[in-house]
């Protein structure tokens, strides 16, 4: 059973960082794409970043480019978000999810991810 563990979450100010930790078990790590993706209150939720584990290839939506880095530890099956210079836009619950990855999608980010945590919750106050 895929199981995935969010952490890391919480509230900071304008300018902050936080680093959101993602734990991993029940597949084979190095075969699938992992993701965040967060919900903004009255918002719909979207994509912030991505990693193909396998070879360490990453991807990021405009806003999350040269702020946010995504990262994993293959030895802890973990995967991480780390997130500077956070503004109140920022704020909202942030999910880990996973899907397999074929390598036969151009751009993983926007496939399908049919895994998923519980979220963290990250508050940046002005």
Known sequence: EVQLVESG???VQTGGSLRLSCSTSGFTFD?????WFRQAPGKERE???CIVIADSRTY???FAKGRFTISSDKAKNMVYLQMNS???EDTGVYYCAA??????????LYMEYDNW???TQVTVSS
Not at 31 to 35: G, K, L, Q, R, V
Not at 100 to 106: A, I, L, R, T, V
């Open 9 to 11: 979450g919480g509230s």
């Open 31 to 35: 075969d699938y794409s992992i993701a």
């Open 47 to 49: 994509a912030v970043s």
């Open 60 to 62: 990021y939506e405009d």
């Open 86 to 88: 956070l503004n109140p």
């Open 99 to 108: 899907t397999y990855y074929s390598g036969s999608y151009d751009y993983p």
């Open 117 to 119: 945590g519980q979220g």
